[in-house]
């Protein structure tokens, strides 16, 4: 079974706090993505990477940054926390090539940021 | 990149079939379109794929119509368990950003 681990499944942290999300896939999987989850607004794309060292922009990167440097593991880092990133983080990964949009899921993790 | 409509919820009763159709005008040549399912506190889970016409495996059928513009997911007789949220995507798989971009979902609520 291909897994997702996140890190961490509850996370509360401070305004101001520099915060890293960890990921990591087990099925060598190139692609992997971070998205947050807020209710009434669904999945929103933060950023993805589709290599090692590779990163490309989703629709909702400000206030994030990312880092691929061994293809199974892909950090979502918060510079500087703010209370409006109190969200629901989740992590995916997915092959390339035909199985691409065969994308498996993470727990999530849950920030709070007070 | 193709944008989605879906009915932003559903209710159906245990044991009927089940049709969650998307709207997807926009969709380009080398699009194509997925299925996820969403469980409460949980990551989504792939449920299918397609082009063109009708994919069908042990979870759920595909129909899509010889313009694209629109797919139907269709779930047999549902049970309390398919209580979920389905989200339709559509996107190049040359395009990993693009191909797994979700719009805002369908809830889909089955009663006993």
């Known amino acids: 079974d291909v897994k997702v681990t996140q890190s961490s499944r509850y996370l509360v942290k401070r305004t101001g706090e520099k915060v890293f999300l960890e990921c990591v896939q087990d099925m060598d999987h190139e692609n992997m993505f971070w998205y947050r989850q807020d209710p009434g607004l669904g999945l929103r794309l933060i950023y993805f990477?589709?290599?090692?060292?590779?990163?490309e922009k989703g629709d909702i990167p400000e206030g994030y940054s990312v880092s691929r440097e061994k293809k199974e593991r892909f950090s979502l880092i918060l510079e500087s926390a703010s209370t409006n990133q109190t969200s629901m983080y989740l992590c995916?990964?997915?092959?390339?090539?035909?199985?691409?949009?065969?994308?498996?899921f993470g727990q999530g993790t849950r920030l709070t940021v007070v | 990149l193709a944008k989605t409509t879906q009915p932003i919820s559903m209710d159906s009763y245990e044991g009927q079939e089940v049709n969650i159709t998307c709207s997807h005008n926009?969709?380009?040549?080398?699009?194509?379109i997925t299925w996820y399912q969403q469980f409460p506190s949980q990551g989504p889970r792939f449920i299918i794929q397609g082009y063109k016409t009708k994919v069908t495996n042990e979870v759920a059928s595909l129909f899509i119509p010889a313009d694209r513009k629109s797919s139907t997911l269709s779930l047999p007789r549902v049970s309390l368990s398919d209580t979920a949220v389905y989200y339709c995507?559509?996107?190049?798989?040359?395009?990993?950003?693009?191909?797994?971009?979700f719009g805002g979902g369908t809830r889909l609520m089955v009663k006993p």
């Open positions: 995507l559509v996107g190049d798989k040359g395009n990993a950003g693009n191909m797994l971009t």
């Open positions: 995916a990964s997915s092959p390339s090539g035909a199985r691409g949009t065969e994308a498996f």
């Open positions: 926009n969709i380009a040549t080398n699009d194509y």
């Open positions: 990477s589709y290599d090692v060292k590779m990163k």
